[in-house]
Structure formats: C-alpha cells, structure tokens
C-alpha cells in the first residue's frame, strides 16, 4: 500500500483486492461481543471536515474507534477557519500536535493532495471527498457490497469484478462518487456505463474508460448493479433539467424498471436519498437495494485502509484458540 489514499486512480488491481480482503477480515470483527482491536492503539487519527457530513464522518470515526485510535474531530464551523484560518495553518497546528493521520473532506477539488504532498505535515492523508473529484472509500466500499452480493463473500476472497456490468445513474458532473467508482471498477475489470441527461455529463467524459448512454430503460436487463446518483442542487448553478417530474420520468428508479433488471442484480445508492425523484420509496425498500449494507461496509472499508496505512506488518485479525475451535 501506498503512504497515502488520496484517489481511486492511485490503487492498482492488487491494491484493491487487498484492501477488499482485509475489510471482509474487519467485519467480522462486527460481528463479535466486543468489537474492538488494539491495532492502532497509541496512534492519533484526526477528522478534518471542512464540508457537511453524516455517514462518511461517523464510518470513519467509527472505524478509528474499533482499531483503538485516538480520534480528534475537527469542523470548520466553530474553529479557527470560520476566522480565515488557511489549510496550511491548520495542517502545521496538526502537526504540533504530532498526528499520525488526517481524514479530510473539502469542498475544493484537489486539498487532499495537496496536503499531503506540500510538506505541511508528517501523517497519511485519506481522502473522505473533495469537492467534485474523488471520493476512494465510497468506491471500495461500493465494489465490496458488489462483490459480496454478485460473487458472495467467501468466494470473493482474491477475486476482482471483472466481466461485472454496473450502471451508474444520474447527476455524475457534481459526483465525486460516480468518479471514483468509474476509476475503481475499470481497475477491478467490471464494465461500466453511465447514464445521465447530456447537461449532466462533465466535459471530456468521452475519455473516462466507461460507456456513455442517455437511455435508461436500454441498459437496465443487462446490468448487474445499478448505481442510483442523489441530484446535487447544492453543488449546482444553473436549471441542469427542465423539472423534477421530468427528470424522475426519465432517469427515476421504480418499481416498473426495476423489474426489467435481471433477477441477481442490486440497486446501489450513495446517499442521502432523495426519494420520489431519483429512487421511489418501493425501490429504497426492497430486499434488492443495498443502502444499509453499504453503510455497514462502509466502517469495515474503512478500518480496513486505516489498518493498511498504519497498522504495521502484525496480522489484521489475531483469532484466539477458542474462535478456531
């Protein structure tokens, strides 16, 4: 493994595999009386959100907490950036305090990188998204719900997507998570297209090493996975659409077109959902839609990274004589 996460380009086949590994070993961790180890006890993990966030905050804080971290929260709001504080200074005050990691989320394009490439701090950097670039834990943890649900989870061990068919729907100009998965997946040999209104595709898509279609029914018997994109309107700054009905009519997931998908196949979703619009209530609901998986995996995704970066060359699970009995 690399020293830092910073995007889904970076992680080769083998990068990937390993890190899916490690997290099916992490989740079973859940599923003991105690769920904790003292992996990373002794080390520092600092969350840096300088953007809103539910899920991809409390996963990460979650994750530090099992593998025995010292967890620091930081929030922009109420600290000294609302003051005009820079990124650099708060990366030095971080460094006095002599971190050994930092989870950040901004909404500028490219701050992770940056902080760990400027020599502002001495730490691994894990990227929890930034702005509409890159978000790499929600692509591992997506292809670990796929894996799991497409292939199954002891016979995914060591095994990649390839020959996988995943379609990806909506908003993916504002989608730093539709990014990420385009790269992830092509990496772990699945077959992806993107499906979005012309005004919802970003420049230069034509590159991306995925299909591109405006035709959501047409793709829907031969997908595996359908991925559902939440409509970003805080991100937006024009009418991308002409209405919500209209856009709901064409691109929505419901019941009607979910029965066109073949009988494996799951319907995937970041989140938070906007139901109604790009998903119905009877789609969200059903046995075939993995949102609660994907936040489960989310936390065993996540310990698995932090383990990686900084847990050293002892075994990720140490099983007791009694659990191999």
């Not at 991925?227 to 024009?238: D, I, K, P, T």
């Not at 932090?306 to 847990?311: D, E, I, R, T």
Request: with cysteine; charged share 25%.
């Amino acid at each position: 493994m690399q020293r830092h996460l910073i995007s889904a380009a970076d992680l080769t086949r083998d990068d990937a595999v390993l890190i899916l590994d490690t997290a099916e070993e992490m989740a079973r961790v859940a599923d003991r009386p105690i769920k904790k180890l003292p992996t990373l006890r002794g080390r520092t993990v600092v969350n840096l959100f300088f953007e809103d966030s539910t899920r991809t905050r409390i996963s990460f804080e979650a994750a530090e907490k099992r593998l025995s971290a010292d967890v620091i929260n930081f929030t922009a709001k109420g600290s000294s950036v609302s003051k005009g504080e820079s990124l650099k200074d708060t990366a030095q005050t971080l460094e006095a305090m002599g971190v050994d990691a930092v989870v950040i989320r901004h909404g500028a394009s490219g701050a992770p990188y940056r902080l760990a490439t400027s020599g502002w701090i001495d730490a691994a950097v894990i990227n929890a998204g930034d702005g509409t670039h890159q978000h790499p834990t929600q692509a591992l943890l997506d292809a670990f719900t796929m894996r799991r649900r497409l292939v199954g989870r002891d016979a995914g061990l060591g095994q990649d997507l390839a020959g996988k068919r995943i379609t990806i729907v909506g908003d993916v100009l504002h989608s730093r998570v539709a990014r990420s998965n385009v790269d992830l997946l092509h990496t772990l040999g699945a077959e992806v297209t993107l499906v979005a209104p012309p005004t919802l595709l970003p420049v230069g898509v034509e590159t991306w090493p995925c299909e591109v279609s405006y035709d959501l029914d047409s793709t829907l018997p031969k997908s595996d996975a359908v991925m559902m994109l939440r409509v970003q309107r805080e991100r937006m700054n024009a009418a991308f659409f002409p209405t919500e009905r209209e856009y709901s009519r064409r691109y929505g997931l419901d019941g009607d077109r979910m029965a066109k998908m073949p009988e494996h196949a799951i319907v995937m979703h970041p989140g938070p959902m906007v139901r109604g619009m790009e998903i119905t209530a009877e789609v969200a609901d059903s046995d075939r839609c993995t949102v609660v998986e994907q936040v489960a995996n989310g936390v065993s995704i996540r310990m698995a990274v932090l383990y990686l970066l900084l847990g050293g060359n002892e075994p990720a699970v140490t099983h007791s004589r009694t659990e191999e009995k």
